[in-house]
């Protein structure tokens, strides 16, 4: 073994990581951890917000009772927590089916949610924070007024920030039940209205395809879109901090891995990324939860995506950004490297968000804002008090 | 081995290298902090707490850091981290004890979840648990700094934990706080008391921290069966009144007092249930201290027997 490998397997990043993925693809192989790699492992995997997942893993090979007690814990902390989050936010959907029960208006639970009622085995274990539901686009206002005049409440944005939601984007700004605190994405489409990709498709194919979910009112996205959907959430909703999601391409892994024994599934997804235009996507998505989460997936599959690849530089690129951005870093070796990849996906996002001289246009007019020191508002929402 | 066992160089090495593991009830926590004057007042004020081996599973990684290189030569301010982003503002430095102890609580309060946490104090004699539940400022630290000096065993000041499988309360002897006219309150009624220095001008106005007795420390491993509720609220001039409360209402007012009671939820309800199902619930009006701690070893007497 060369010095550069030695190097690279001894380093802390690598450490890191290997923890957490092995954790994650082999939670059987966890009661043999030691104390100090439960120590770091907690401190990774709460950082990801993977800490109900571990338990879920560990619940359902009854193996709470090999792990040191000190780690099962903090798992058990983090499970309550998720129960808790389940619960409210199961409540926070019943109480919209019933605010919108009038105009009868077709609804998709979307992410997190729709993982929930649709009992996907991804559901089990996952943190999630807000509510997204997808309506038609011709119906929106008539859904806000309705919401509104139950008793939720519109997020206080300046009128930039209003436009900003209502002309270009693909949710209307959140509302927020003036009881309750969680917040509500209203979609009416999966992607921004100005994004390069996709087709500015009619939202009336998504819910063409969409079912409803047993003895609810509450229809989810078909497999293939619920899949595009979150290939588009990792891919194209950055977060500069906290760079690309892991718990997103682990969603996707999870469903990838869950619809994939269907023997037309994969036919059906590249017919779809096809139809909506988000080859592209499919091809990313597809190649890091196979290069990064071992992810089985049909060569034939891989074989066709291979001409919506991008040019060699870029695929170059993306290969070493990702994984950079995407895995864990060790708490206390944090990478300068890792944060430029960050910020660089994150710019690659907003990229694809908006057309150049809009992107330019928003941007002058946001560090303008700046530059004059105008205060941002800073929420504090409860669920960040209790984050795990 | 506890903290006072380690010269104030050993543990100022540890606070500024691997960090001070040490334990606090169920909890095992590890601090780190530059910042040299605190390790004096932490040599002092956490001398009984067990140091833990460095190797281990941390339940919360504390930090108290200078906010910057420029800061910490001119007015120095300190900022306090747990694995994180900062939770709180920069504080200046003659303040970092007070800070590190609510950036603790804050820690526990957020995270602790496989916990019932009441906002209470608890304390325990022979083999009573009783459970004071109050709002902040209602003197809830003040009783419970006084019965703590009076035979009584210190739980906790702030965070009544509650195992929610058994019910049982289990202890966090943390420091008690003490918050202005109460400090020398304390110091007047029970003189053995050991005390931090005041800081001036926190949010909470000045504030003092008492020193948990060795024998809560030592015995901080050992829960208890709650027998008894005392909603005490401090109010000057008033004569001593104690008037029983009926369970359905203890239920409530216990319920609605708990920081995470809906994030527990049916766990939460069932061990809230059997709490005042075992216990006798009671509201104390008082405004002499020493009359106050002899109600409540009455009441106390009078349930064990």
Same mark, same amino acid.
């Given at each position: 073994?060369?010095?550069?490998?030695?190097?690279?397997?001894?380093?802390?990043?690598?450490?890191?990581?290997?923890?957490?993925? &092995?954790?994650?693809?082999?939670?059987?192989?966890?009661?043999?951890?030691?104390?100090?790699?439960?120590?770091?492992?907690?401190?990774?995997?709460?950082?990801?917000?993977?800490?109900?997942?571990?338990?879920?893993?560990?619940?359902?090979?009854? !193996?709470?009772?090999?792990?040191?007690?000190?780690?099962?814990?903090?798992?058990?902390?983090?499970?309550?927590?998720?129960?808790?989050?389940?619960?409210?936010?199961?409540?926070?959907?019943?109480?919209?089916?019933?605010?919108?029960?009038?105009?009868?208006?077709?609804?998709?639970?979307?992410?997190?949610?729709?993982?929930?009622?649709?009992?996907?085995?991804?559901?089990?274990?996952?943190?999630?924070?807000?509510?997204?539901?997808?309506?038609?686009?011709?119906?929106?206002?008539?859904?806000?007024?309705?919401?509104?005049?139950?008793?939720?409440?519109?997020?206080?944005?300046?009128?930039?920030?209003?436009?900003?939601?209502?002309?270009?984007?693909?949710?209307?700004?959140?509302?927020?039940?003036?009881?309750?605190?969680?917040?509500?994405?209203?979609?009416?489409?999966?992607?921004?209205?100005?994004?390069?990709?996709?087709?500015?498709?009619?939202?009336?194919?998504?819910?063409?395809?969409?079912?409803?979910?047993?003895?609810?009112?509450?229809?989810?996205?078909?497999?293939?879109?619920?899949?595009? /959907?979150?290939?588009?959430?990792?891919?194209?909703?950055?977060?500069?901090?906290?760079?690309?999601?892991?718990?997103?391409?682990?969603?996707?892994?999870?469903?990838?891995?869950?619809?994939?024994?269907?023997?037309?599934?994969?036919?059906?997804?590249?017919?779809?990324?096809?139809?909506?235009?988000?080859?592209?996507?499919?091809?990313?998505?597809?190649?890091?939860?196979?290069?990064?989460?071992?992810?089985?997936?049909?060569?034939?599959?891989?074989?066709?995506?291979?001409?919506?690849?991008?040019?060699?530089?870029?695929?170059?690129?993306?290969?070493?950004?990702?994984?950079?951005?995407?895995?864990?870093?060790?708490?206390?070796?944090?990478?300068?490297?890792?944060?430029?990849?960050?910020?660089?996906?994150?710019?690659?996002?907003?990229?694809?968000?908006?057309?150049?001289?809009?992107?330019?246009?928003?941007?002058?007019?946001?560090?303008?804002?700046?530059?004059?020191?105008?205060?941002?508002?800073?929420?504090?929402?409860?669920?960040?008090?209790?984050?795990? | 081995?506890?903290?006072?066992?380690?010269?104030?160089?050993?543990?100022?090495?540890?606070?500024?290298?691997?960090?001070?593991?040490?334990?606090?009830?169920?909890?095992?926590?590890?601090?780190?902090?530059?910042?040299?004057?605190?390790?004096?007042?932490?040599?002092?004020?956490?001398?009984?707490?067990?140091?833990?081996?460095?190797?281990?599973?941390?339940?919360?990684?504390?930090?108290?850091?200078?906010?910057?290189?420029?800061?910490?030569?001119?007015?120095?301010?300190?900022?306090?981290?747990?694995?994180?982003?900062?939770?709180?503002?920069?504080?200046?430095?003659?303040?970092?004890?007070?800070?590190?102890?609510?950036?603790?609580?804050?820690?526990?309060?957020?995270?602790?979840?496989?916990?019932?946490? !009441?906002?209470?104090?608890?304390?325990?004699?022979?083999?009573?648990?009783?459970? !004071?539940?109050?709002?902040?400022? /209602?003197?809830?630290?003040?009783?419970?700094?006084?019965?703590?000096?009076?035979?009584?065993?210190?739980?906790?000041?702030?965070?009544?934990?509650?195992?929610?499988?058994?019910?049982?309360?289990?202890?966090?002897?943390?420091?008690?706080?003490?918050?202005?006219?109460?400090?020398?309150?304390?110091?007047?009624?029970?003189?053995?008391?050991?005390?931090?220095?005041?800081?001036?001008?926190?949010?909470?106005?000045?504030?003092?921290?008492?020193?948990?007795?060795?024998?809560?420390?030592?015995?901080?491993?050992?829960?208890?069966?709650?027998?008894?509720?005392?909603?005490?609220?401090?109010?000057?001039?008033?004569?001593?009144?104690?008037?029983?409360?009926?369970?359905?209402?203890?239920?409530?007012?216990?319920?609605?007092?708990?920081? &995470?009671?809906?994030? !527990?939820?049916?766990?939460?309800? &069932?061990?809230?249930?059997?709490?005042?199902?075992?216990?006798?619930?009671?509201?104390?009006?008082?405004?002499?201290?020493?009359?106050?701690?002899?109600?409540?070893?009455?009441?106390?007497? &009078?349930?064990?027997?």
């Amino acid at each position: 073994m060369n010095w550069l490998t030695m190097h690279m397997i001894k380093s802390p990043a690598h450490n890191a990581r290997t923890l957490l993925i &092995n954790a994650v693809r082999f939670p059987e192989t966890l009661p043999q951890l030691t104390l100090t790699d439960w120590d770091l492992l907690l401190r990774i995997a709460r950082s990801k917000r993977l800490l109900g997942r571990l338990h879920a893993d560990l619940s359902r090979l009854e !193996l709470l009772e090999s792990i040191p007690t000190a780690a099962a814990a903090q798992l058990q902390a983090a499970h309550n927590l998720v129960h808790h989050r389940h619960t409210v936010l199961t409540w926070e959907l019943d109480r919209i089916i019933w605010a919108l029960k009038e105009i009868k208006v077709p609804i998709i639970a979307l992410k997190g949610t729709a993982y929930v009622i649709a009992k996907l085995p991804n559901s089990a274990g996952r943190f999630f924070a807000d509510l997204d539901i997808l309506v038609p686009i011709s119906r929106i206002a008539e859904v806000e007024q309705k919401l509104t005049e139950r008793g939720w409440l519109k997020t206080q944005l300046s009128p930039y920030d209003d436009r900003y939601y209502r002309l270009w984007m693909h949710e209307i700004p959140p509302l927020r039940h003036r009881e309750r605190e969680s917040e509500i994405d209203i979609h009416h489409a999966l992607l921004p209205r100005t994004s390069r990709y996709g087709t500015k498709l009619d939202t009336m194919m998504l819910f063409s395809e969409s079912y409803l979910i047993k003895n609810s009112q509450v229809r989810v996205l078909g497999a293939q879109d619920m899949v595009l /959907h979150a290939l588009v959430h990792l891919l194209l909703e950055g977060d500069p901090n906290e760079g690309l999601r892991l718990r997103d391409l682990i969603d996707i892994a999870d469903l990838l891995c869950h619809f994939g024994s269907t023997p037309k599934f994969w036919k059906g997804l590249l017919l779809r990324a096809q139809q909506l235009q988000l080859e592209r996507i499919l091809y990313y998505g597809l190649r890091y939860s196979q290069r990064l989460l071992a992810v089985q997936i049909p060569n034939s599959v891989l074989q066709s995506l291979t001409q919506s690849a991008p040019k060699l530089p870029i695929r170059w690129l993306m290969d070493w950004l990702m994984p950079l951005a995407l895995l864990p870093e060790h708490p206390d070796y944090p990478k300068q490297m890792a944060m430029f990849a960050r910020w660089l996906l994150y710019l690659r996002a907003h990229w694809l968000r908006m057309p150049f001289l809009l992107l330019m246009r928003h941007l002058t007019y946001k560090s303008w804002l700046r530059m004059r020191r105008t205060q941002r508002h800073v929420e504090i929402k409860p669920q960040d008090l209790q984050q795990l | 081995m506890n903290v006072s066992d380690l010269t104030l160089l050993e543990l100022r090495q540890r606070l500024t290298t691997v960090g001070l593991c040490f334990g606090c009830g169920p909890f095992r926590i590890r601090l780190r902090t530059p910042v040299a004057p605190i390790a004096e007042l932490l040599h002092d004020l956490y001398a009984h707490y067990p140091v833990y081996s460095e190797l281990g599973i941390d339940d919360y990684r504390v930090k108290l850091d200078w906010a910057s290189w420029s800061r910490r030569w001119i007015r120095p301010i300190v900022r306090f981290t747990a694995d994180g982003p900062a939770p709180f503002t920069d504080v200046p430095v003659l303040r970092a004890l007070p800070t590190l102890e609510w950036g603790t609580n804050w820690c526990i309060a957020t995270r602790a979840h496989h916990f019932l946490m !009441l906002h209470a104090a608890v304390v325990e004699r022979n083999g009573c648990g009783l459970i !004071l539940p109050a709002l902040p400022g /209602h003197g809830k630290s003040t009783l419970c700094a006084a019965l703590t000096h009076s035979n009584w065993r210190l739980f906790s000041d702030e965070f009544g934990l509650v195992r929610p499988e058994d019910a049982m309360l289990i202890p966090l002897p943390r420091l008690i706080s003490l918050k202005n006219q109460s400090i020398d309150v304390i110091r007047a009624f029970a003189p053995s008391a050991h005390l931090s220095p005041s800081f001036y001008g926190t949010h909470k106005g000045t504030v003092a921290h008492v020193r948990p007795p060795l024998n809560s420390i030592v015995r901080m491993n050992e829960p208890v069966k709650p027998s008894l509720i005392i909603f005490p609220r401090w109010q000057s001039g008033a004569l001593l009144n104690l008037e029983s409360i009926p369970k359905d209402r203890a239920f409530m007012l216990l319920a609605t007092n708990a920081f &995470n009671y809906e994030v !527990l939820g049916e766990l939460a309800f &069932n061990a809230v249930a059997k709490i005042v199902q075992n216990c006798d619930s009671y509201s104390l009006v008082y405004s002499d201290l020493t009359q106050a701690v002899q109600a409540i070893d009455e009441l106390a007497h &009078n349930a064990h027997d």
